[in-house]
């Protein structure tokens, strides 16, 4: 419960930001984008309204530079009104910011070894450094730059030289207005704009989410509480369970006395449901010291200057979700009671089963009461219902896997397969009444899938894009480069770089299809509309290998009219098409239609470049196109590479593979914290349904040993026949759970990351042999506890 | 005739919260190997405590009791487990079947366990207690009595040199209390077996060959 509401707290605290800071984020009440420069009629437009009232705001990532050293940062040069909405926050902030000096994140500073008042050139210009910027209004997480940060005025930015040369500038202008003329002034702009590349937006409509990634992740973290949550309401359930069975006699008694039935679960109600009410308030108080201390934790997630509270509003979801809970729990664990009557309890040769139907309509509120759980997480109706099928087909295949195995058993049983009595017995044993072996193998079982396919996820997220940096594979890569600059490139480096042609191109359609029609018919994988990377060669790259084709072993065919085309399959899945369908390409003005010739496959992923689109050298050698190039340099020369490159040729810009893999990694890892940390937490629910079931039927267990210990069975034959009751139990449903968690893993990844499954058979034998050795100690504690009591002490008190 | 069962000086006492309840105050008493001897005393005068201790299930505070010179109150509970195995065997009031397993089973465990099962034997019994047809029942399809002639035919399997019954026939109605109790007293004869049985029944401690009356934990 108190993860649950330290994440309710912190979305709650992220939605409040958002609110309060809606134009912030957003930069202005009218905010138009772009990937080019602005047509002139738009421009000429913008410039009519008050200076103050405008900021031009574009954004590329450059090297900036010292005498000795050099960094990847995102520029942002702004005109003087910026920003229009909240602070500018920066560690000095006295004197005025001139022109000619920039402002930088902490980590330029640092990379660079500067300090305040030091320079720097970012392209062909010299800056001063102004001050350390501690926030930005419109950027709230840094943790997703691309680059650090560095902010200059717009009117330096000619002289850098940068700008037209650069293939890839985010152009934006943010306008303030008053409400009234915000709407007239939207309407005027979006009649100028012909471009349909060109976006504009209010702050209304812009998506404000600080990040849709951390946005994302907080509802997964807190998917993955409610299963927690889920997994306590069964424990809860084996606890109430456990306890009224021991006070079975009790009851009985107070029953017998004539106490009504309905009073006694009354009782046990109010009981129950004070404990409830009594651990909300510790959550409050853990939470409260996991957000007042453990902030650092989310700080890849939440923007830094967030102020972190728990909501009442939180607070108060948290203590009627677990009284719900609990009260539904205790309710249908207690329905039991009603129906117990005293002298089937007290005289024992009647074992007491209650004679209660399921209750299933209160299984039934549960399972919506989950539903409603998840829905309000998310929001979507259709999706929470997936989600809901999802578990509850898992649930019944669950279900169905434990009673097949049941079954299996039982037939082995009756067929007399097993022959060591031992073994039979303790087989036996499994179907003892009342001791839920389904139940319980089921809630093992999910409770190991839960965690498993954490697990087996993030084992495969970490070894194919993080761990993995290959030995052979490029670590700097070189954007931008101009067709001229190969030769003279290759000589300052010391070694002959490998180029790629890129031509920048948009698809028109695709066998006829408009994009803009295809667009809402394709999944999510890619957006069609967006600016493509061509490139020509006439051989494969070393890294990928041909799937299908036309001519056999050929990447291009005869095809007539049409040009020949090769596509990765990957982007083939994704568009629906295959050999002999027809994509067009808009070339920087010019049609191509083309037709697919041969399917590519990577070998493996990586860092090593690759293109969707190749064509033959002739088709493209005439387009107007750039280089990105690709070397392997030693860690020790890279920076003195980078800072080499950014002085000679100030518009390429150098991407230091070794060191963004690292940053990649850091980032992860700090989300693969959070992921452990409610992880663990989901094992230790697990724990406790693994303990609290055997509990609660530790009655009847306990019974029969203490017979089997008066008819005079030793006490290793004892521990013997605990030992492999309780290693089939759990190992059944640790072995379910992991098969299960292991295909939802394998289509998880296969589907949305587009991974292969990497099995971490360390992870799958480490957690088998812990859960052996548990089940080993419960049943050392067990047994212990069995030798250690008097045999007719408890035969005598039934 | 030898005694087969020696108790000498027994003691026991429970202390409670502030005061102590001598259950047993020095009791000695002998059983001789196929004798049947009664046990009769009010509720709560230590019939119970007694047996238990004479049965090796409850342990003594002071006194000692043998079985064929054996002393058992200085075994372990294995060892004493061991001994139950085949030498001595119990009957409760309130049965303590294995729930998992049927008639048969059930009454085939013990050899299960000292090693010398055999399905003749399992019928042979069945067949004496007259429930050969009930033998792939479960306890909790069983009437009262049926239940009580599967734990006695369960005590009896092993041929037990001593069998002991804690008011066998306390939850049964009076029709399967006298069928259970020749019962008892056919089978002891058949097996040679010593019974000893804590009974409140006049008309069962007639058909003894000895009645052993406790008061307030002592042989009156
Ligand atoms: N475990 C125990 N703790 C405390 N007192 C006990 C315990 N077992 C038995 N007694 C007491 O010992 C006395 C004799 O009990 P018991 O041998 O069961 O009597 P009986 O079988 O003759 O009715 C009773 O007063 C009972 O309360
Ligand atoms: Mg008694």
């Known amino acids: 419960m108190g993860a649950y509401l330290t994440l309710d707290a912190l979305q709650q605290s992220v939605d409040d930001y958002i609110d309060i800071n809606q134009k912030q984020i957003v930069g202005g009440d009218i905010v138009i984008t772009h990937n080019q420069a602005f047509p002139d009629e738009l421009m000429s437009r913008v410039q009519q309204l008050d200076t103050n009232q405008v900021v031009y705001d574009f954004q590329f990532n450059s090297i900036a530079y010292t005498q000795d050293n050099s960094l990847l940062t995102r520029i942002k040069a702004v005109s003087s009104a910026y920003p229009l909405y909240g602070e500018l926050i920066l560690k000095n902030n006295g004197s005025l910011w001139q022109q000619s000096s920039v402002l930088v994140e902490q980590q330029v500073l640092s990379s660079l070894n500067l300090t305040i008042g030091d320079t720097l050139k970012i392209g062909e210009k010299e800056f001063t450094i102004h001050d350390e910027i501690i926030t930005e209004p419109d950027r709230p997480l840094t943790a997703f730059g691309f680059g650090a940060r560095v902010i200059m005025h717009k009117s330096d930015l000619a002289a850098t030289g940068l700008v037209g040369k650069k293939s890839r500038v985010n152009y934006r202008i943010e306008i303030k207005t008053s409400t009234e003329e915000q709407q007239p002034l939207f309407d005027e702009l979006s009649a100028l704009i012909t471009h349909k590349e060109i976006q504009i937006k209010t702050a209304e409509q812009s998506n404000t989410s600080i990040s849709n990634l951390s946005q994302n992740f907080l509802v997964f973290l807190k998917l993955l509480v409610i299963a927690v949550i889920a997994l306590s309401a069964i424990g809860i359930m084996s606890i109430v369970r456990a306890f009224v069975a021991k006070q079975q006699n009790t009851n009985a008694v107070r029953s017998a006395l004539g106490e009504k039935n309905s009073d006694i679960v009354q009782s046990y109600r109010v009981l129950f449901l004070s404990m409830a009410f009594i651990s909300v308030i510790l959550a409050w108080l853990a939470s409260l010291l996991v957000i007042v201390f453990g902030k650092e934790a989310f700080l890849a997630i939440l923007p830094s200057d967030i102020v972190l509270t728990i909501p009442l509003l939180s607070f108060l979801k948290a203590i009627i979700i677990s009284l719900i809970m609990t009260g539904l729990m205790i309710h249908i664990t207690l329905i039991g009671i009603k129906h117990i009557k005293p002298v089937a309890v007290l005289h024992k040769h009647q074992n007491p089963q209650s004679k209660a139907k399921t209750p299933w309509i209160w299984l039934l509120g549960s399972a919506i009461g989950i539903l409603l759980l998840v829905y309000s997480e998310i929001n979507s109706i259709k999706l929470s219902l997936q989600i809901f099928i999802a578990l509850l087909v898992m649930w019944l295949c669950f279900a169905l896997f434990t009673k097949v195995l049941m079954w299996t058993i039982k037939w082995m049983l009756d067929k007399n397969i097993i022959h060591n009595w031992k073994t039979t017995l303790a087989l036996q044993n499994i179907f003892r009444k009342n001791n839920q072996s389904a139940l319980f193998i089921s809630t093992i079982a999910m409770t190991t899938m839960v965690l498993g396919t954490i697990t087996l996820l993030d084992n495969s997220i970490q070894q194919q894009l993080i761990s993995t940096y290959p030995e052979d594979a490029p670590n700097f890569f070189l954007l931008d480069v101009q067709t001229n600059q190969q030769q003279e490139l290759d000589e300052l480096l010391g070694q002959k770089l490998t180029y790629y042609p890129v031509v920048r191109a948009r698809i028109k359609s695709v066998n006829g299809i408009e994009t803009a029609e295809l667009k809402t018919k394709l999944g999510r994988y890619d957006n069609i509309e967006r600016m493509y990377n061509l490139s020509y060669a006439n051989a494969l790259l070393p890294t990928e290998e041909l799937d299908t084709s036309l001519e056999s072993g050929q990447l291009f065919a005869d095809t007539g009219d049409e040009v020949p085309l090769s596509l990765l399959s990957s982007f083939a899945e994704f568009l629906q098409v295959d050999l002999d369908d027809t994509v067009t390409f808009n070339i920087q003005g010019i049609s191509i239609k083309a037709k697919i010739t041969s399917i590519r496959k990577r070998l493996k992923r990586g860092p090593s470049p690759f293109f969707y689109f190749i064509f033959p050298s002739e088709v493209l050698a005439e387009a107007p196109q750039i280089r990105f190039a690709t070397a392997k340099v030693s860690d020790s020369q890279r920076v003195a590479m980078q800072t080499q490159i950014a002085k000679t040729f100030p518009g390429i810009t150098t991407l230091d593979g070794g060191s963004i893999a690292k940053k990649l990694k850091e980032f992860v890892d700090q989300l693969k914290q959070l992921v452990q940390i409610f992880t663990a937490l989901s094992i230790f629910a697990g724990l406790l349904i693994f303990i609290t079931s055997l509990i609660s039927t530790s009655q009847d267990r306990l019974r029969e040993s203490f017979y089997y210990r008066m008819m005079g069975m030793v006490s290793k034959d004892l521990f013997k026949l605990t030992l492999i009751e309780f290693l089939s139990l759990g190992l059944f449903a640790f072995g379910v759970g992991a098969l299960v968690a292991t295909l939802l893993s394998a289509i998880i990844s296969n589907n949305w990351f587009n991974l292969d499954l990497v099995i971490p058979w360390s992870v799958v034998i480490v957690s088998s042999l812990i859960i052996i050795m548990l089940l080993i100690v419960i049943s050392v504690i067990y047994n212990n506890h069995v030798k250690r009591s008097k045999v007719i002490e408890f035969l005598a008190s039934e | ?220």
């Open chain 2, 1 to 220: 005739m030898t005694s087969l069962l020696k108790a000498n000086n027994l003691s026991k006492s429970y202390a409670l919260e502030n005061q102590t309840i001598n259950v047993l105050k020095d009791i000695s008493l002998s059983i001789k190997a196929a004798e049947f001897v009664a046990i009769m005393g009010k509720s709560g005068s230590g019939k119970s405590t007694l047996i238990s201790i004479l049965a090796g299930l409850d342990t003594t505070d002071f006194g000692q009791v043998f079985l064929d010179d054996k002393e058992l109150t200085c075994l372990t509970e294995d060892e004493l487990a061991v001994i139950r195995q085949t030498d001595i065997s119990f009957v409760f009031q309130s049965f303590h079947l294995i729930p998992t397993l049927t008639v048969a089973e059930n009454i085939g465990f013990p050899l299960k366990l000292s090693g010398s099962f055999s399905d003749e034997k399992v019928n042979s019994l069945l067949q004496k207690v007259e429930l050969s047809h009930r033998k792939n029942s479960f306890p909790h399809q069983l009437s009262g009595g049926e239940k009580q002639r599967t734990a006695i035919a369960r005590a009896l399997i092993t041929q037990p040199k001593i069998l002991f019954a804690d008011e066998p026939t306390g939850n049964l109605d009076e029709k399967n209390a006298q069928s259970i109790m020749q019962l008892l007293i056919d089978l002891q004869q058949e097996f040679k077996t010593a019974l000893v049985v804590v009974t409140h029944d006049d008309s069962i401690a007639q058909l003894a060959d000895r009645t052993i009356r406790i008061i307030n934990g002592k042989i009156a």
